[in-house]
């Protein structure tokens, strides 16, 4: 390992390499792309991303068959009115070939650095790790699951995620998949960056999602600052910088205040995505989405909206009921409405697909949810 200097011929975008990747027999011409310089070809350009893209597929694969665990969460975008800047419309992210390519090459560079970084410097190293799930959440879930006919096998991230993959391709319902992974991220703990010490197990390295050892963060100095610390321990590992990062005391300072600062901006992140959403259906006026039951409650019911990822709550004061019961069989909690519109009786348990109505509420930066009632047979 050592020092290096790259110099691009070719600055692509994700949208230009996931061209070439579903274009693979295409003849390719130099307006395709943006300027390559230094004389390469685009033929060299092109093959270059498909051999790139072979090499990650079999990177993912060998992480899979190790254990890793992948939960995704829909991730909302949303366009601007240009005039007023106002939210006028929302996808939801699509994670594309080309993204998990780079994806696959970051993780094995940082991955790499951790093991150099962890050597060198033992016992003041600045490392990420993932504890496993809490035992009694994950249990809860497994319960619940159970109690609704879904049988899960928890035992490590290798098995959650080989059960995930199998189960999409004989979920009862379309959208059980999804609740699924949302039910299995209650229990995860967030990945923390965290200084190594002496005398330490090394058992408390372990990051659970990704099932490896060691990891840290390398490849995003621009933007993370546990990134640059890493950097300069890899230099000074290396003997072309001599930094100290202060002691096992100052790295361990440096990695609580950069977990307060992570969680801070995830939860920031939230909020903003919700007063987006909020302000978006404002925009739009009240939609009626199709969701999923992922939580029962005495007076109320919580939903996954499938379209969009996000977890509403229905209230059964504001259904419109002649009476509601609730009653819990077995870990199978159970919701019993009587609507008075049509007089038709619904059972609410998890996984049982609805319908809501989502509105603004008057101050226009929060909404509300309403459970519609069902189309009698």
């Known amino acids: 390992m050592g020092r290096t200097v790259i110099r691009s011929c070719v600055k692509m975008a994700y949208g230009d390499a996931q061209q070439i990747i579903e274009n693979s027999v295409k003849a390719w011409d130099t307006a395709d792309l943006p300027p390559i310089s230094d004389g390469h070809s685009i033929s060299n350009i ?15 694969r060998a992480r899979q068959d190790a254990g890793a665990l992948r939960l995704d969460q829909p991730k909302l975008t949303f366009t601007l009115n240009p005039e007023t800047g106002m939210p006028n419309g929302c996808v939801v992210y699509e994670q594309k070939e080309s993204n998990k390519l780079i994806e696959e090459f970051m993780l094995l560079a940082n991955t790499s650095v951790a093991k150099a970084v962890y050597t060198a410097f033992p016992h003041d190293a600045l490392l990420r790790r993932h504890a496993k799930p809490d035992e009694k959440v994950l249990d809860d879930v497994t319960k619940l699951c159970s109690g609704n006919g879904i049988k899960m096998d928890t035992s490590s991230s290798g098995a959650l995620q080989a059960f995930l993959a199998g189960y999409r391709d004989r979920e009862r319902v379309p959208g059980e998949t999804q609740i699924l992974t949302s039910l299995l ?8 960056y965290f200084c190594t010490s002496s005398g330490e197990d090394e058992k408390k390295y372990w990051h659970y999602a990704l099932s490896i050892p060691l990891y840290t963060h390398f490849t995003s100095p621009i ?146 949810a309403f459970l519609n009632p069902p189309v009698s047979s």
């Not at 092109?46 to 993912?60: C, D, F, G």
């Not at 991220?185 to 923390?192: D, G, I, S, V, Y």
């Not at 004061?317 to 009587?338: P, T």
């Open 46 to 60: 092109v093959q270059s991303v498909l051999n790139l893209n072979k090499i990650a597929v079999e990177l993912r």
């Open 185 to 192: 991220t209650r229990p995860m703990k967030l990945a923390e």
């Open 223 to 368: 933007r993370r600052y546990p990134d640059v610390v890493v950097h300069r321990l890899l230099a000074a590992s290396l003997g072309i910088d001599d930094f100290s990062g202060g002691g096992a005391d100052r790295i361990g300072k440096i990695a609580l205040h950069c977990n307060d600062m992570r969680s801070a901006a995830k939860r920031v992140q939230e909020m903003s995505s919700e007063l987006f959403f909020s302000v978006f259906i404002k925009e739009c006026g009240s939609i009626v989405e199709e969701g999923m039951v992922c939580g029962v409650l005495d007076k109320a019911a919580d939903v996954l909206l499938l379209r969009f990822g996000i977890t509403v709550r229905v209230y059964c004061e504001q259904m419109g009921l002649d009476a509601w019961e609730y009653k819990k069989v077995g870990y199978k909690s159970v919701l019993n409405l009587n609507w008075k519109k049509g007089g038709v009786s619904q059972v609410l348990t998890v996984f049982v697909p609805v319908h809501v109505t989502i509105e603004t509420k008057e101050d226009g930066l929060k909404y509300a």
